[in-house]
């Protein structure tokens, strides 16, 4: 782990954050200089349920999964963070405590952030304060959409709606998780899912192209069926 070279040299890091793009040169040098960079391996941890929230957290590259166990031992994920995504930036003004755990879901790059830099920028800075505010507004969205989606009691129209609502998030056709992954978001089986998938695939919604890679072929009809 070592002071972020990606951030100084090329801004790959805050490039890909929306929130970071009309700060200040002497804002932006404070975060490079005190950003840190990590690689993580696939099935590496990155947070536990109960470590304190005293970074933000930046995706640079790969996926961070935020999952919780039941008493039998089951995993449920209740967010999937990707390249750009944010995690930990409702926590700037609270000492606040992770709810989860987070996992990498394939080899991932962070930048983790002072919490104390943050907080100084947004105490000088309005534009990044309103920028701060929307970004905190679309998760929220984000999170009760998910939750509209979970209330869904028939399995085939709540995935054809996870499948809608990961295309939004990722502004793309193509849905990169795997089986398991998309069970334990939508509380269904791995085997419930391929089957869905499967007919899916039969009516012309998507196709398979890999085991970690579905194409939604008909977004507009996949809405229509599921109401999202």
Do not use: P, W
């Amino acid at each position: 782990m070592q002071t972020c070279k990606y951030c100084q040299e090329k801004g790959e890091c805050l490039s890909k954050i929306k929130l970071f793009n009309k700060l200040g040169v002497d804002e932006s040098k404070n975060i490079y200089l005190s950003a840190v960079h990590k690689d993580l391996k696939k099935g590496q941890s990155l947070f536990f349920y109960g470590d304190l929230v005293d970074k933000i957290i930046i995706i640079r590259y790969g996926k961070i999964k935020s999952l919780t166990y039941d008493d039998e031992g089951r995993e449920s994920i209740s967010k999937i963070y990707v390249e750009g995504d944010i995690i930990g930036e409702n926590s700037i003004f609270l000492d606040n405590s992770y709810t989860s755990n987070g996992v990498a879901i394939e080899n991932t790059g962070i930048c983790q952030i002072d919490k104390m830099i943050l907080r100084e920028i947004l105490i000088k800075d309005h534009d990044f304060s309103l920028n701060l505010i929307r970004s905190l507004s679309k998760k929220l969205y984000e999170t009760e959409k998910l939750l509209e989606i979970l209330s869904i009691k028939d399995s085939y129209t709540r995935l054809g709606a996870f499948l809608v609502y990961r295309a939004g998030l990722t502004n793309d056709d193509y849905i990169s998780l795997n089986q398991e992954n998309i069970a334990s978001s939508i509380n269904m089986t791995r085997e419930t899912v391929s089957r869905k998938l499967s007919q899916m695939e039969k009516e012309g919604y998507i196709e398979n192209t890999a085991y970690k890679k579905i194409k939604i072929k008909n977004l507009v009809a996949l809405i229509k069926l599921t109401n999202m």
